[in-house]
């Protein structure tokens, strides 16, 4: 019993100095993923900026649970192991809640992002929208594209391309005709959905597997202190 209690201890010891540094890298990535969007700020509707600011959150959140859970496992403290525990499980919650939400309206936050975009698009030709126009350049220039669907969606409200989308490059396959032959909005989309996913099954993993070990540990230490 004391064996298997103390395996468990280090182990999970061990888990809770990675997951410190998985804290600080989703709150790292988190911070990045905010930046980007604030980039991209006049194409990204409200609603989107909120996961980078969530990672954030629970970049943060995860950091002090770990640092919990690390004293917990020191010191074999049965209260502090099950906060640990109920910590981890609220995150695994909140984590599935988002990913449920995320699926159910996904398909309104591409109506919205797609929306976004053509509003700013509209607004691009007017020198004084600035804002509009630098999201749209940077956008164009960092995903080798052009447009929401495809470049013709520019002709719409301008009578040409902007150069953002013009391109000269024989070996890039993206540059056709002088000017980049994709639309933004599928790898704009692609872009939000892929960070998401990712980030949610890292932070899933973890909650889940550390609140196994902390409900090991916290049983094992409070079944010790019945026996003495």
């Not at 525990?85 to 609220?90: D, G, I, K, M, N």
């Not at 929401?148 to 902007?162: G, L, N, R």
Request: hydrophobic content about 50%.
């Amino acid at each position: 019993m004391v064996c298997g209690s103390s395996i468990i201890k280090y182990f999970l010891f061990l888990f809770n100095t990675l997951f410190c540094a998985g804290g600080l890298a989703i709150l790292v990535i988190g911070s990045i993923i905010q930046v980007n969007i604030d980039n991209y700020g006049s194409l990204f509707p409200g609603e989107v900026a909120l996961p980078g600011l969530l990672l954030i959150v629970v970049g943060g959140v995860t950091f002090l649970v770990a640092f919990v859970g690390c004293c917990g496992a020191i010191r074999e403290s049965h209260w502090m192991m099950i906060t640990y525990a109920v910590s981890l499980v609220s995150l695994f919650l909140l984590q599935l809640i988002g990913g449920i939400l995320a699926i159910v309206f996904k398909s309104d936050l591409a109506e919205l992002l797609k929306g976004s975009m053509k509003y700013a698009m509209e607004l691009y030709p007017n020198p004084t929208e600035a804002a509009a126009r630098k999201a749209w350049d940077r956008v164009q220039r960092d995903f080798r594209c052009c447009g929401i669907d495809d470049p013709w969606d520019w002709i719409q409200v301008m009578s040409d391309f902007p150069d953002s989308c013009k391109c000269d490059d024989p070996f890039d396959v993206r540059c056709v005709g002088g000017h980049f032959a994709s639309g933004c909005f599928r790898d704009l989309s692609a872009w939000i959905v892929t960070w998401e996913t990712i980030l949610g099954a890292v932070a899933l993993g973890f909650a889940l597997v550390g609140a196994m070990l902390a409900i090991c540990l916290a049983t094992s230490v409070r079944r010790r202190m019945h026996m003495v």
